[in-house]
T-cell receptor, first 109, second 114 residues
Framework: GQQVMQIPQYQHVQEGEDFTTYCNSS?????IQWYKQRPGGHPVFLIQ???SGEVKKQKRLTFQFGEAKKNSSLHITATQTTDVGTYFC?????????WGAGTKLIIKP | DSGVTQTPKHLITATGQRVTLRCSPR?????VYWYQQSLDQGLQFLIQ???????AKGNILERFSAQQFPDLHSELNLSSLELGDSALYFC?????????????FGDGTRLSIL
């Protein structure tokens, strides 16, 4: 079945550094969603990308959908402690969302 | 507050037992999804219901079953529990049956098997 590979599994950054997580698929995706799960919390919907090459911004977060619609990325500029959590991508396939394994953002003390 | 209500918040039971987890979706949402999340792991999709009918099935064990009632609330039944079933179980809801719509998650039920 379709899989969505998400990397890296963990990323440790100093506060103020940038963070990027990537999702890749071997097949063309019709859309991709991004969610954030804070420690001890539940996933919260961030954004959905639909169009080839689409770029969307939410303050310090930039979301991209690849031209071939096989990959997507989430970039956070100048991380803050409030960004800590696990970021998941999820893509549509046959009436369900296929979830990436998530990237855990850890801010070094 | 996502508007999705899950009960109970915590459940502690023993191997071999059976439990029922309950979910009330956001007002107006017709789809309910169930997920399992083991410690520090990703989300494992179990099953989706749309307006009372099963719509999609993921990696749900035969010991697990679910249903969605006419009032749209849903229950996930877990039987013959094993230690490995200890996990956080999330329910999510969305407006329609389309997987392109955002899912709104409840706070989860933490199940501990002793």
């Amino acid at each position: 079945g379709q899989q969505v590979m998400q990397i890296p599994q963990y990323q440790h950054v100093q506060e103020g550094e940038d963070f990027t997580t990537y999702c890749n698929s071997s097949t063309t995706l019709s859309n991709i969603q991004w969610y954030k799960q804070r420690p001890g919390g539940h996933p919260v919907f961030l954004i959905q990308l639909v169009k080839s090459g689409e770029v969307k911004k939410q303050k310090r977060l930039t979301f991209q959908f690849g031209e071939a619609k096989k990959n997507s990325s989430l970039h956070i500029t100048a991380t803050q402690t409030t960004d800590v959590g696990t970021y998941f991508c999820a893509a549509r396939s046959n009436y369900q969302l296929i979830w990436g394994a998530g990237t855990k953002l850890i801010i070094k003390p | 507050d996502s508007g999705v209500t899950q009960t109970p918040k915590h459940l502690i039971t023993a191997t071999g037992q059976r439990v029922t987890l309950r979910c009330s979706p956001r007002s107006g949402d017709l789809s309910v999804y169930w997920y399992q999340q083991s410690l520090d792991q990703g989300l494992q999709f179990l099953i989706q219901y749309y307006n009372g009918e099963e719509r999609a099935k993921g990696n749900i064990l035969e010991r697990f079953s679910a249903q969605q009632f006419p009032d749209l609330h849903s229950e996930l039944n877990l039987s013959s529990l094993e230690l490995g079933d200890s996990a956080l179980y999330f329910c999510a809801s969305s407006q329609g049956g389309l997987e392109t719509q955002p899912q709104h998650f409840g706070d989860g039920t933490r199940l501990s098997i002793l």
